[in-house]
Antibody
Framework: EVQLVQSGAEVKKPGESLKISCKGS????????IGWVRQMPGKGLEWMGI????????RYSPSFQGQVTISADKSINTAYLQWSSLKASDTATYYC????????WGQGTLVTVSS | DIQMTQSPSSLSASVGDRVTITCRAS??????LAWFQQKPGKAPKSLIY???SLQSGVPLKFSGSGSGTDFTLTISSLQPEDFATYYC?????????FGQGTKLEIK
């Protein structure tokens, strides 16, 4: 069974750093792209970027380029989304999804940034 | 960048109805179009990929069509569990992009 399991909810202060994870199982992790999607409270889905774990080829939406870093460790079947300096406006639920057509999704990670 | 526009933004329908949601791309995307269902507090669920192919396990009441710039998602014989928000997404070219969503509500 294909599964994407994300790390738990986080509460952070503005300016702090954060790295959240997405662990894949039940399939060949290096054979599928993993994308990240943001959903701000009460809003729609926003595509952030995508990584191919086999070679770490990464593409970003211009809206998120320079704001986040997407990475992957194929040795442990895990993709990451990280921030070096969080803002209140980063408060959202973040989802990972497998493949270019997002066929399987993680359960989401709620990130709350508040002073 | 490719903009995806869904219509309507919201839709009221009754149990048993058949509804159609439209998604329009700002430029041609061939058939690189997916549809998702999202219920409150839950992750999106994939329904359709490649514009018209049903994901495994998705009921046949869901169907997709279209190519190029104009696409539709049709849901037949609405049941209470179908009331949710639906999104389209293009994956033809980077950056990939979603439509703004269509909220399907019970009349």
């Amino acid at each position: 069974e294909v599964q994407l399991v994300q790390s738990g909810a986080e509460v952070k202060k503005p300016g702090e750093s954060l790295k959240i994870s997405c662990k894949g199982s039940g399939y060949s992790f290096t054979s599928y792209w993993i994308g990240w999607v943001r959903q701000m409270p009460g809003k729609g889905l926003e595509w952030m970027g995508i990584i191919y774990p086999a070679d770490s080829d990464t593409r970003y939406s211009p809206s998120f380029q320079g704001q986040v870093t997407i990475s992957a460790d194929k040795s442990i079947n895990t993709a990451y989304l990280q921030w070096s300096s969080l803002k209140a406006s980063d408060t959202a639920t973040y989802y990972c999804a497998r493949s270019t057509d997002s066929d399987y999704w993680g359960q989401g990670t709620l990130v709350t940034v508040s002073s | 960048d490719i903009q995806m526009t869904q219509s309507p933004s919201s839709l009221s329908a009754s149990v048993g109805d058949r509804v159609t949601i439209t998604c329009r791309a700002s430029q041609g995307i061939s058939n690189y179009l997916a549809w998702f269902q999202q219920k409150p507090g839950k992750a999106p669920k994939s329904l359709i990929y490649a514009a018209s192919s049903l994901q495994s396990g998705v009921p046949l009441k869901f169907s997709g069509s279209g190519s190029g710039t104009d696409f539709t998602l049709t849901i037949s014989s609405l049941q209470p569990e179908d009331f949710a928000t639906y999104y389209c997404q293009q994956y033809n070219s980077y950056p990939y992009s979603f439509g703004q969503g269509t909220k399907l509500e019970i009349k």
